[in-house]
């Protein structure tokens, strides 16, 4: 059944016009050199909360290292964090791992071109599955993301509050009738590109827009009233020492953050959420076990999270003699060896500025 906000709209009209634009304006991006399903998956996933300018040298090392789901499912998993290293939300290459994994076992190599296999994977939500079934298989499959609520938003003067599950949803079953039955994957791109490029969140490019005679956000001069979202929760700040603990050799210590979590399973430097009532030398000695005379402050990073903010405070420290941190997850490294460990942006700003 069609849905009420498709009701005297050119879907005719609006394929062609979304379609043509699309093939004569995109841009140049190496994961449109293939229509391969693996090389498709890998792109969608770093693309997730992530602008097309940073994934592009990512995509580019990440597949001349892993140019195949077997290359990918046979790595181990510190090759892997540290391609990924600085492009953050460090959960979806884990999970892409192990989805690999499941298709090289399960689907002999084959990456599953129906919706309930493919969506049956770690990390595969409805707009990756979409997504990899419309440009890779030319599947007729709704790929929604925040271009494409924004797009239909204003095209079709939807104003629901684009942060509610009820609304993704809303949008997905509105394109299983308006996604080009002859030419998805130029249908579904050409949503993206053109929320990427000219329907803007801020500031649209209506006069440049090849669908604009389709508008009713244009035709009404609703445009910047839509898409209707939301307001995020206030960031949490938290106030963070880290230590560049050296011992008599000058290695440093590192540890590895817990199995599951924010940045699981990364390195970072010893650090811990300050306390009011004991020094930072007293707090450190108290968390690790270790006694350490701390030097000066050496530098301050702030570290923006979707919810939380960090604001690291950075000291140097040694200790005497050659202790073994007291875990299984610290070590001690020369610098030279730190290059093959793969850290959160925040303590790649450490190592650049106190290290290097």
């Keep these: ?125 409805p707009y990756t599955a979409g997504a990899v079934l419309s440009i890779a298989y030319g599947k007729p499959e709704p790929a929604v993301d925040g271009n494409v609520m924004r797009v239909l938003s204003r095209v079709l003067l939807v104003d629901e509050d684009i942060a509610k599950a009820s609304t993704r949803k809303l949008f997905e079953k509105i394109l299983y009738d308006l996604v080009s039955k002859e030419d998805p994957s130029s249908f579904n791109q050409g949503l993206m590109e053109l929320g ?13 827009c090849p669908v604009r005679e389709h508008c009713r956000a244009y035709d009404q001069g609703k445009q910047e009233e839509l898409p209707i979202k939301s307001k995020k929760k206030k960031q949490t700040s938290k106030q963070m020492a880290a230590v560049v603990l050296r011992n008599e050799r000058g290695e440093v210590m590192i540890e590895k953050r817990p199995e599951t979590g924010l940045l699981a399973r990364l390195w970072q430097f010893p650090n811990f959420e300050v306390a009011d009532q004991l020094s930072v030398e007293e707090q450190f000695m108290k968390v690790y076990d270790i006694q350490v005379e701390l030097g000066e402050q050496i530098q301050k990073v702030e570290h923006v999270f979707s919810h939380l903010i960090w604001n690291i405070t950075v000291y140097e420290g040694q200790v005497s003699g050659q202790p073994d941190g007291g875990q ?11 290059e093959k460990y793969a850290f959160p942006v925040s303590h790649q700003k450490i190592i650049q500025k106190s290290l290097l």
């Design 196 to 208: 990427a490029l000219i329907c803007t969140p801020t500031s649209p490019g209506c006069l440049l």
């Design 1 to 125: 059944m069609e849905q009420k906000q498709l009701r005297n709209f050119n879907i005719t009209g609006f394929q062609h016009q979304l379609v043509s634009w699309f093939q004569e304006n995109q841009r140049e991006l190496p994961w449109r050199i293939s229509k391969d399903p693996y090389r498709v998956w890998v792109s969608e996933i770093m693309l997730q909360q992530t602008r097309v300018e940073t994934v592009i040298p990512y995509y580019n090392a990440f597949m001349r290292e892993f140019p195949t789901l077997e290359a990918l499912a046979e790595a181990e998993e510190d090759r892997i964090l540290k391609a990924w290293e600085g492009l953050g939300y460090y959960s979806r290459v884990r999970n892409l791992q192990t989805a690999v994994r499941e298709v090289v076992e399960r689907y002999e190599g084959e990456v599953p071109n129906t919706r309930e296999e493919i969506s049956s994977l770690k990390g595969v939500g």
């Design 328 to 338: 299984a997850t610290r070590r001690w490294i020369s610098i030279k060896e730190i």
